[in-house]
């Protein structure tokens, strides 16, 4: 199973981006999808998650600013940022709980990263 993530790039602040990301190989069925980033000397934290049914969770940081969506049928997620801050800068990375066969185990499965930079 692979992530292939894109759409990252460098923007003012108060601009927009939006980081798509796109899972394919073995693949029987995906949970939870997420967004992840990792700052500049800092640990990486959650951005935003999605489950299968479409519920989402938000960091504060975030919340009202970006929103995440995901396409089931294509096996995709999309994170939409808008209003973006300087603190935003970061490698985001996406993520996807992947189920590969019918009776098997859920294994966590990461993309490879796409850099936001946010000038102020």
């Known amino acids: 199973v692979q992530l292939q993530a894109c759409g990252g790039g460098l923007v003012q602040a108060g601009g927009s981006l939006r980081l798509s990301c796109a899972a394919s190989?073995?693949?029987?069925?995906?949970?939870?999808m997420g967004w992840y980033r990792r700052a500049p000397g800092k640990q990486r934290e959650l951005v935003a998650s999605?489950?299968?049914?479409?519920?989402?969770n938000y960091a504060d940081s975030v919340k009202g600013r970006f929103t995440i969506s995901r396409d089931n049928a294509k096996n995709t997620v999309s994170l939409q940022m808008n209003s973006l801050k300087p603190e935003d800068t970061a490698v985001y990375y996406c993520?996807?709980?992947?189920?590969?066969?019918?009776?098997?185990?859920?294994?966590?499965?990461w993309g490879q990263g796409t850099e936001v930079t946010v000038s102020s």
């Open positions: 999605i489950t299968s049914g479409g519920s989402t």
């Open positions: 190989g073995s693949i029987f069925r995906i949970d939870d």
């Open positions: 993520n996807a709980d992947v189920k590969r066969r019918r009776y098997g185990l859920t294994a966590d499965y």
